[in-house]
């Protein structure tokens, strides 16, 4: 995943000239009085304003922070994946281990039945005494010496050893997916804390335009391509090309009819969206499973070039995929685009394309 240093704002500072030349000897006194003066005249006299950034200066550092953003939302989007599937194998390895543990106490039980009885007759086995040890090291430090004894029931005193072994070796995996799960975790809440910086700066710049401004910065689809409009958010492509597959059409279908709602970032539907989320949604309704991120997206089916891009197809921007958007046809996409706009259309060359994969 490619690393992105974050640009921060260089602001013009005033700095006083400097002099060199010297007073003469005798003319000490006079300028350390001047030299009060001025001070004292400095003091009076407003601080120069610092110039506010352009518009095509805040554009561009908006543009900037909100591709990082997104970078960073499909890196808690990879984190919370990896989090989740790490959870559902804790739960499974869980689940295994308290069925083993129930099988070895119902194994222990029938032993103790089997020792109640020998001694009431007269005496204990070794091997039974040593099953019903309560120090699990121990039993399997002497569980070896006991079945190779003549005990009747050595099979019964190695298979509570074999479920003890198993039942550590659940428990060791079931500690390294909660290491797991820690981690990805972590890794989930230092990016989400990324996003929020990176769009709380974006917000402070905007605050300083108009709103008309601030539309048009918002208006851009992305960062580092000069956009081609594609209308207005809520229109529909006029003869919209047909899809290859009734997969492909119902994914189309799905994503148009997601136009208008908001940009969520970490959000796969149904009232907000961010791009792979909006990619897996439609996909998803036309049954066909995608990985949550767009950098996994990328990977999701055959690829494609761009002059073979059909309704239907993912489309990835940037050099390292962190946007992805829905091809549908006639040369455009449709696509969650930056957080402050709704799901909308634009060109397919808006951004900077990077490749494209055909879902099946």
Partial sequence: MAEHRRRRWRRPTYRKPWSSSRRPALRVAAGITLAGAATAGALDTPALAEPEPTLAEVEERVDALHHEAEQATEAYNEATERAEEAEEELAELSDRAARRTAELNEARDALGAHASASYRSGGMPAGLALALSSDPDDFLRRADVASRTGDRQAQQVREISEKLREIDQLRDEADERAETVEEARRDAEEQREVVEEKLAEAEELLATRTAEERERVLAEEGHGAAPARAGRDEARPAGAAEAPTARAATAVGFALAQLGKPYGWGATGPDAFDCSGLT?????AAGVSLPRTSYAQATAGPR????QLAPGDLVFYYPDNSHVALYIGNGQIVHAARSGTPVRLA????????????PA
């Avoid at 494609?304 to 002059?307: F, G, N």
């Avoid at 060109?347 to 055909?358: E, I, K, L, Y």
Wanted: hydrophobic share 40%.
């Fill in 304 to 307: 494609v070039t761009r002059s």
């Fill in 280 to 284: 897996l949604a439609s996909w998803g």
């Fill in 347 to 358: 060109d397919v060359d808006s951004m900077p394309f990077n490749g494209a994969t055909r």
